[in-house]
């Protein structure tokens, strides 16, 4: 029995490998493999075994690894999120952390090349003939004529920032855009999904079919939950794509507009092409043109898809009359809408400049708060606001007055003009069976009978309505949705003839901005192809010679030129001048004030050009270069730390080797010592340029110096706020770091701290200039010429004060009609 039994299971086993082919694989595979184990010799199973241990001890040697690089970029990421800083590599990139979860997440940005500049200057600077922006020969930001507007213009400007935006194929913006695409086409074939659903339900409730209806429902709900997603999937990738876009053209922009070649001090004080809102089109105008871009994609893209699928669809329901009809009434539509609509992207364009000077004008009072408020100017201040509020309020109010109009008819035209005929195309199957495509076929083919069936869909009457007429309803209904879903799809087409004006006035300004900045980066000035030259001393007429990496500071008949906004000439302050400035040979430079003491710094740190002459200073800010210290010093955001080392970071700081106690001896030679212990430490973060006092501000400038020790120091009044005895002190002690010093000041008292004296302004026009070394005979007798003018003036003062007297009794006389004085009055008691 117990033979039988399990002969019975194997037969059972059998029978049951002979039904399941994948078990009689299993087996086969299985004996295969026993069978190859059996062959196999000791050693190479004792080599397997090792192989498989090494394996796996050095997987979890490596997984562990892993994990401790992980946990020690985390904490680095940590470290570095505290301090608000970041890594720099070899090639220009910086590695910053964000939050992200419970921990950081690393985030590296590579820098624009400069290879890339090159390579898109041609598209904002040499545009083409035939897009209206330039002759195609002289690089120039658009002419004021070029009015922004849908034209070659716009076409040319937004292909030109596309370029920015999605500069690989392969790029995160490209798939994000292919994603969107997709959902964009999954939402037009949903659309069709239910058109065809609604004429089926709307059939089987008349037709009393419950099942059939139900069914319906839950179908309905189905599609109703993924179209749900699919729409909210289309609006987050386009918010990610508007992302994406900014993200570019703002890394972009930074990347031109902050570099060594000082582009963003030039664009606001010598170019003047986008005036001095260059912060308005960075922030508002790139936000506004990133956002209308992305919802370009789906406005016009999604539309189009409907309008080819929804027409198709149409055409064979309807046959070639309706679809004729349909497109004339896009053309004219169009064609309306087109003539009819007001110049929004101009209107738009200067909206969005009257909103920076409004912007302005506000930033200007908060950065110049104190003074205001000292020379009680508050009632002044607050009529340029409303003056510049009152010029924007006008101009919006104009605009909405131009929308109201323009929306009444784009709404009459696109909802209700476009509904009416809608029913009117969806009827010509039963009143035009000869033109209505597939409807009107069913309509002959069924001889107009209201009890007669066509197709097994219409095969169940109900009491009081025929099948015919059941295939009619569902047929309008499915054409109904067709034509709403056909009229949103064209009418969102009308819409955006609207924003697309819009989106031309925020890509003119976002082009003009990056055009000008890419003229300003290249130097690209040139004189008009027709009429005169350029100007004197203008941006075309820069002539000069800048030589880095010299071992000193030369000037070689350099004239000292007030440089203006471009096309206009400068304004000459001295004709010309020459000095050289070796290690150990500190110069002051004196003179009353427009003389141009501050205007050698600027030629010399690159601010202002060299018109003419040689110009030679060293490379860079460190121990062999040189830094300039301003008489009104830059306090950054961050902690107090940063003010000392500025403009290092914590990061610089760390790979020099520099410590804590190292910055508390610059303070100390700066005699601001007790700072860290009155502010909270080092790490502590403060509105610096509120808390700090005039004179601990200029200290401050002079402890950077003390900590980066460059070779030279350029100093323009950078103690007027400092009193005597400490500005001596912190002169000797930059000159015992081995600083050589090139002093902008009025104070007679520095010149025992320099070698050589340079006064400007002398002379009958105030155009000569006069250097001496100190303490020479030449450098006494002037000393005594100006102690003789002064004991001069001091011997005239009694004559002075007589007339004085003189002047006071003859004011404080009064005359009455007749020529008589008027007595003093008479006091009572």
Known sequence: MAVQSTLRGGDTAAAAAAD??????YQHYRARLQ???????????????????????????GAHARWRRRRAEKERGKRLLRRNSGLRGKDGSRTIYVPYRDSTARVTIHPTKPTTFDAHRRLFLQPPRAAGLGDGEYPQVPPPQTKPGLNLAFLHQFLSLMNIMIPRWNSKETGLLVSHGMFLALRTYLSLLVARLDGEIVRDLVAGQGRAFLWGIVKWCGIGGFASYTNAMIKFLQSKVSIAFRTRLTRYIHDLYLNDHLNYYKLSNLDGGVGQGADQFITQDLTLFCASAASLYSSLGKPFVDLCVFNYQLYRSLGPL???????NYILTATILRRLSPPFGRLKAVEGRREGDFRALHARLIANAEEVAFYGGDALERTFLDRGFKDLREWMEKIYGLKIRYNMLEDFVLKYSWSAFGYLVTSLPVFLPAWGGLGGVIERASGGSSDETITEEHAAPSPGMGGRERGRMRDFITNKRLMLSLADAGGRIMYSIKDLSELAGYTSRVYTLISTLHRVHADAYYPPPSGPGAELFSLCDVQGTVHKGFDGVRMEHVPMVAPALFPLGGDELLRELSFVVRQGEHLLITGPNGAGKSAVARIVAGLWPVYRGLVSRPRGVGVDGIMFIPQ???????????????PHT?????????????LSGVLEEARLGYLPDREGGWDTRKEWKDVLSGGEKQRMGLARLFYHE??????????SAVSGDVESLLYERAKEKGITL???????SLKRHHTYTLTLGLGENADEWELQRIGTADEQSTVDKELAALREQLAR????????????????????EGGEELGAPELEG
């Open 322 to 328: 309706a679809l004729s009809g349909l497109l004339a």
């Open 650 to 662: 914590a990061v610089d700081m760390q790979a020099a080797g520099r410590r804590d106690r190292e």
């Open 742 to 748: 090139i002093t902008m000041s009025t104070r007679a």
């Open 35 to 61: 069978s190859r184990l059996r062959r196999t010799s000791r050693s190479t199973k004792l080599l397997a075994t090792v192989a498989l241990a090494l394996s796996i001890v050095l997987g979890g040697y």
């Open 797 to 816: 003062v009694d004559e002075w004060k007589r007339r004085r007297r003189e002047i006071d009794e003859e004011l404080a006389r009064v005359w009455v």
């Open 632 to 646: 009104r010093p830059y306090l950054s955001t961050g902690t107090l730390r940063d003010q000392v080392i500025y």
């Open 20 to 25: 399941d082919p994948l078990l009689l694989l």
């Open 710 to 719: 460059p070779r030279y120091a350029v100093v323009d009044e950078a103690t």
